[in-house]
Every structure is written in structure tokens, then in C-alpha cells.
């Protein structure tokens, strides 16, 4: 939402934080902070909390999925079988050299180096856009074969997996419903976990301007240092999602 | 003047007082300098209009419930609209006024000041959460107006995610909105205390409001989120039907209770624990005496929001968890009692040999004393399991969180109101009448929810329009006392606003208290400080205070 | 700098002597978390009963802890931020140990 006392520029109120720091004169230093170094921890300690109510947000989800997990076991390894582990392994580290990135993209900020900064940033957001088509891709799979979670649900690959090539026990059919909750959650946790990459992407391509533009590589590193904060921790969600969902229960069936 | 026994106002001589000729308030003209001020004090002032405006709206749907209840009979309205009064109260009053009301109104404009900064930490993101609260604000009057929403303010599943057809998700929705705001006012005021603070002031010497705030802040940064997953969740659940709370699907609907619950009971603990703040600031002002046991309560505020997060299941002990688990949530409930009573009786110290007058702000706070006790008490009551299959989900509850919001925090939001009216508005509160209004919200607080105790014991269910007529008598006398109580706080709105062109200059310390927010003038300069002060002083220092006044000089602003 | 400067304002972490994490840390960083992201996919593959979830979460934890330390400089960082940090996690634990106990003790019965 536009927060028009910032006048240069719109942004979310994730970005709020280390964003309002923005000055039109350098040094972007704040009349209300005594010292630089003062309003760069101020920053990056208001940005913490920002995360810790994230940490906060994505776990009522993740005691959702704990429970449901322990109470429709069956159901939940049957549609976690369903996922592509090569795609969700690319996908893991995709994200994971994402995060590579930008954690050179603060160092290129540290140390000055405008030139590299941009390289940085582009390349962080490349393998973040390589993360959401994977995404999709993934998404479209599940569309096509009716597992979305609603009306149009279809259970019939969980009642009768043989039917369809699948090395599955087949569920009973109440407890095939329930995939439909596993999904549910899949859907919820990954798609409000890509709702924070798709945000993040476009915080990106605005800071990858202002990098260009110089506004990072005079010593003013807190705005890059902050969204890296974001961005790893939008990882780490990441990291957690990938065993919880893909590798429930991966054994070779006998 | 100079202070009488019976008072300690002391103002300057009004033939020849002024207001400063420069403030936050002069210091920029125009609508737009209001509504894009980066001002800490004129984020407050957005902030005290715009609650005040949804306490009236509350207010006016407590007064539509109280009417319908005169009768037993179910006759005023139909149930699902007395369903939309209850809810919209509910919500109303503890989202858009009591979460916000101390915090954004006290808390945004003496928080610095009594630091000794210049602003808070992000002013910025302090008006983006005054614009939230207005979305979220909007939002929610907009669900009202397209048909309201009729779950009570607890948006209980499988009611609100399965039966029923209103406007749950826009509701939900605004309510989500309305978390971020708090979020990031909380957000700011824990950065600003750890970051900000002027040389000297230590974490000890900062007065007790700071203390309360700082705990409350902990609460809104790390409870709001759980809310508003849990809202998602609801909206999601009535939008797609994927049975994360649907038993027919194999979903748990105390799950939705767990989640919720897990917020909404540290958000009562927002909700009072800064207006205990303002408690022990007025309480030793007005006792001219040093809040006695400052580390205990100090600490004790944190435990509050320690403790706060480990007891949430007692407002479910008749939803289906375990005894188990009942058994240690209740044992808990019994602990997190303790600290509130600790700040009690420090308080009665404090009052102990201390030099007692009864200004108004000295009225709501002996009033909150007496009913916060009776409040608390009666959730010590609920909290044993005994007690609570039979009184909870009556009128006992009501009554017991009325006695703690309304006659606490309420009492304790006006105390505050009116102590720092003359700091921030720069004049004084007409004092009779002022005393008049506080006097008639005690009289009609506790006609209206006395009675309500009586009434949950007896058995009458909350959330209902029709009862047994023998519990009529009881009923009547509640709306009477509603009446009262509304006239009560209609008072305040007319002789506040009388006193912003009419009321006397009140000068830089009317009341001879300590702390940083005297020592500057009233209103404050925009920058707040002249020079950044340096403390070598205890908070509530009165042999300082009296040496400083001593030796200073008055100049005319 | 004015005079009227707190320190206690500024704790003086890594931008105190201004640390740079350098890339080098960062690549060992990254090879680690790509290892054990083929481990963790390597050991669902393996039966160890109980141990599975354990591990997996385990795992999970580790690259989580390593991201934490060093992408988001954390171990360079204040000890009010690490506290902030290990509050945020405390909490969330709270929530599920806590909501678990209701589950887990509906199946002992009454008393």
C-alpha cells in the first residue's frame, strides 16, 4: 500500500521497515538517531521482530499440519508421494543459491562494489523466478490431476492406486478423503510461502534499481542487509517445507 | 497559585500564562501536514480521535443490547440481529478500541519523551499503522453495513466456518488488518526502548508506563501473528472448504479455538497491562511518593506477558480438551494471577505514608484498584475447574471481563486521558466536573455489572436475548446502570473538547510530577527536547524534582 | 558524533569493527547446505522407522541454524539480537508443546 510520505517510491509494509530510512541527501541518516551506526542496528533489530512474528504467522500452520500428520498418517504419506522429489530437490537448492546470493549481494554492499552488487541482486532474483515457475509447474500438475483441495477433489488414485500405476497401499475411502486435507495444507503452506517469495521478488527488482542507481555501495548497506534478513529467513520457512511435505515416508515399497 | 493540602495542581498565573508560542501542534498548518506527520505526537492525537469515534460506535451497540435485554422476552430485535450487536461490540471494542487505546494514544506520544528521544524508532512505520487501523477499521464498519457478521468477536469454529451466511471473511479480514497495526506499534516501541534511550537512562530508571509498554509490545509482536493465521485459516476454510476445521472432513474444530485462543488471551494482556502503566504513574504522583517496589513491578510486567502465553486453554475447559491439559492450563491460570496481585499491592504501598490528594486522575485510579481486584479475583474464580463448568459461557464471564476491561482499563485509559491531557493539549480539565464525570462511570459500572455477576451465577447464558423472567429485576437494573454509565462517558467528550479552547494554561508541570515529561513544555515542541537530557536521577525522584523547582527559573513560553 | 552520544545505545557488533562476513565463509556455508539437502533426501529413502522424521527435522534444523548464523550474521551479531532470535523460537515451541498437550493426553482417558 502507498505510504505517500515517502514520496519516491510505494512499498509494502514489509519493506516499511528498513525502508523508510530513505533520505534524499547522503548520508541517509534520520534527525531522531543520534549516530549512524545506532539507526543501522535500529534497523536491523526492527527487522528481527518483523521476522519473529512470521516465525509466529507460519506456525499455526505448521501445528495444523503436526497434528493432521500424527492423526491421518496413512493419508498424508500417500499424498506426499504424490510430489516430485527431483523437482522439489531442485527446487531446494535453487532457493538455497538464491540465498548464496544474496548473501553476496550484502557483502558487495559492505564492501562498495556497485558493479557486483547489481550482479548479485539479479542473480539472487533469477533463481528466485526459477523457484516460482518450478512452483507452478508443480501447481498445474496437481490442477490437471484434480487434486486441488474443493469439490472437484479426486480420490480415486488413493483408493485404487494399482489402477493407476502407483506403488501405493490404497486407502479405505474416509481415509482417502483425508489427502484432501493433506493437500490443503501443501496448497496453504507452500503457496503463503510463495506469496512471500513473489513479494520478496518485487522488493528485489526495486532495491536491484536503487543498486544500480549507486544508493547502496557509499555505506548506506542497512535497506540490502534487511531484505537479505527476509530473504533467508523466507529460505529457512523453505527448508522446514521440503522434508514436512515431499519426505514423509519415501522407503522402497515391498 | 501554590498548592493547597487538598491538591497539588499547581499552574502558572493565568493573567499573564500563554501557550509556548511554538509546538507540535503550530508547528506545521494544513490537513496534509497531519495526515503525512512522521510526529510521534501528532500520530497520538490521529489516533486518540479515531478510538474515541469507534468507542462511541461500541458504545452505541452496547447501549442496543442492553435495551433488548430490559425484557426477557426476545423482542426488540430478531436473535441473528442481536447475534450482530453482540459481535460487533465484541469486536469493536477490543480491536478498535481497547487493544490500540493506551498503547497508540499514550504510549505513541510520551513514550520518546519520557525516554528522552526525539521520536520513536520508525515514524514511518507509526503512521503506517495509524492508516492500517483505519483500513482495518473500515473494513470491519463496512462488514457491518453490508449485513454484519454474528459470530460474537471469537469467530468460533464450526459456527462461523459452517452455519452461518454472513459477512465472517470481510470481518476477519478487517480484524487481520487491524493485527498488523498493533504489530508494528508494538514493533516500534520495543526497538525505541532498547535503542533509544537518552544517556543515563538506564533500564531502571525508566518510569513504569515504559516498563508496561515494553511488556505489552513483547505480546502484540509475538501473539498477533498466531491471529491472523488463524483468521486465514477461517476465511480459506468458508471460502474453499478444504476441512482444516471440519469434523465431517476429519478437521479438529478446537484446533481454530487453540490457534485463536493462543493470541486472544495475551491480548488481554495488552489490552490492561499499559494501562497498569498508567496506574503507578498517577498513583505516585498523586501520593507525591516513589511507586513502592519498583523492581517487583517493573518484573512483574514482563511475567504478566511471560506467563500470559502459557495459559490461553481456560477459555476452553468446556470445549473438549483433555483434563489433562485442563488440569496444567488451569494450575497456570492460578500463577499468572500472581503478578498482577504483586503490582496491587505495591500499589497500596505506594499509597501507604504517602501524601494523598484526589484529583480526577487519582479517582479512576482508586476506582480501577478497587475493580481490577474484583475483575482478577473472579478470573482466579473461573480458572478453577469446578467453578468454571458452571459459570463459564454465563454472565459471570461477561461480568468478570467487563469488572477488568471497562472497570479497569477503561478507568485506568481516562486516568491517563486526564493526567496527561495538560501535557499534551497544554490546558487543564474543568476539575468539578471532571470529578462528577468520574464519580457517575463509577456508580453506573457497577450497577450495570455487579447484577451481571448474580446473573451468570444463576444460570442466565450469555449471548442471549431471551431469559427466564425471574431474572428480569436483575436485567433492568444492569441497563439502568448502562444508562448512567453512558452519560458517564459522554462528560469527558464534552468538557475535554470545552477545555481545548476554554480550559486554563496549565504550564509545564500542573501537577508536580517526576518524570521527563514534566520537565518540557506543555505542548511540546515538535523536537521534543531542546537538548537531549542527561539522567543521573531515579525515576520518581520528588527530593530531585523539589530541587530542581527550587533553583529554576520561569520564563513565560 | 555528539557529545551526547549513549553507548549503551549502540552495542557495537559487527559494524562496531564493521566485520564483513567474506564470500569464502559463504561458499562453505553454501556447500554445506546443498550436502545436506542431498542427505535429507538420501536418508527418506532409507528405512529407519521412528528415526525418519527425526532425522529429517534434524537435518532441517541444522541448515536452518547454519543459514542463521551465518547468512543472516547472526553469530556476529549483538546478544540482543541473538536473544531475539532464540525468543522468537521459544515461542513458537511454546505454541506446539503446549496445544500438543491437549492431543496427546485425549487418548489416556479420563483419569
Known sequence: ?254 | MSATSSTIVNLPDQRTARLPKRNYINNEDGLLSWLFTGDHKRIAILYLISITFFFFVGGAFAGLIRLELLTPQPDLVASDTYNKFFSMHGIIMVFLFLVPSVPATLGNFLMPIMLGARDLAFPKVNLLSWYLYWLGGLVILGAMVMGGVDTGWTFTTPLSTHYLNTHVVTAAMGVFILGFSSIFTGLNFIVTIHRMRAPGMTWFRMPLFVWSHYAASILMVLGTPVLAITLVLVALERLVGIGVFDPTKGGDPLLFQHLFWFYSHPAVYIMILPGMGVISEVISTFSRKRVFGYTAVAFSSVAIALFGFFVWAHHMFIMGVSNYSALVFSLLTMLVAVPSAIKIFNWAFTLQKGSITFETPMMYAFGFLGLFTIGGMTGVFLGALGMDIHLTETYFIVAHFHFVMVGGMLMAFLAGIHFWWPKMTGRMYPESLSKLAAVTTFIGFNLTFLPQFILGYLGMPRRYHAYPPEFQVLNVLSTAGATVLGVGYMLPLLYLGWSLKYGAIAGNNPWQATGLEWQIQSPPLTENFVEIPVIDYEAYDYEWLAHKTANEVTTVG | MTEYHDPSNVVNPEHGEHHIVTPAIYMMVFGTLLLFTALTVVAAYIDLGVFNPIVALGIASFKAVVVILFFMHVKYQSRLVKLTVGAGFFTFLVLITMTLSDYISRAWGLW
Do not use: C
Open chain 1, 1 to 254: 500500500m502507498d505510504n505517500a510520505i515517502v514520496a519516491t517510491h510505494p512499498h509494502t509494509h514489509e519493506t516499511a521497515v528498513h525502508a523508510e530510512h530513505e533520505h534524499v541527501s547522503l548520508p541517509q541518516h534520520r534527525h531522531h538517531f543520534e549516530t549512524e551506526d545506532q539507526q543501522r542496528e535500529a534497523a536491523t533489530f526492527g527487522m528481527w521482530l518483523f521476522l519473529l512474528t512470521e516465525i509466529m504467522f507460519f506456525g499455526g500452520m505448521f501445528f495444523a499440519y503436526l497434528l493432521y500428520r500424527n492423526w491421518y498418517y496413512d493419508a498424508f504419506v500417500v499424498g506426499s508421494n504424490q510430489l516430485s522429489i527431483p523437482l522439489g530437490t531442485a527446487n531446494t537448492a535453487i532457493l538455497i543459491t538464491s540465498g548464496f546470493f544474496m548473501a553476496l549481494a550484502v557483502w558487495a554492499a559492505e564492501v562498495k562494489k556497485r558493479g557486483l552488487l547489481v550482479i548479485f541482486l539479479i542473480l539472487t532474483t533469477l533463481f528466485g523466478i526459477a523457484f516460482i515457475g518450478v512452483k507452478a509447474d508443480e501447481y498445474h500438475e496437481k490442477w490437471e490431476k484434480h487434486h486441488i483441495p474443493g469439490a472437484s477433489f479426486d480420490v480415486a488414485e488413493f483408493v485404487n492406486p494399482h489402477a493407476y500405476g502407483l506403488k501405493e497401499q490404497p486407502l479405505a475411502p474416509d481415509m482417502a478423503q483425508k489427502v484432501q486435507i493433506y493437500f490443503f495444507l501443501y496448497f496453504a503452506m507452500t503457496g503463503m510461502h510463495a506469496l512471500h517469495m513473489l513479494i520478496g521478488l518485487g522488493l528485489l527488482g526495486w532495491l536491484t534499481w536503487r543498486a544500480y542507481r549507486g544508493e547502496f555501495s557509499a555505506g548506506y548497506v542497512a535497506p540490502i542487509e534487511n531484505f537479505g534478513l527476509y530473504w533467508h529467513f523466507v529460505d529457512i520457512v523453505w527448508l522446514f517445507l521440503f522434508p514436512l511435505l515431499y519426505l514423509i515416508n519415501r522407503h522402497p515399497l515391498h
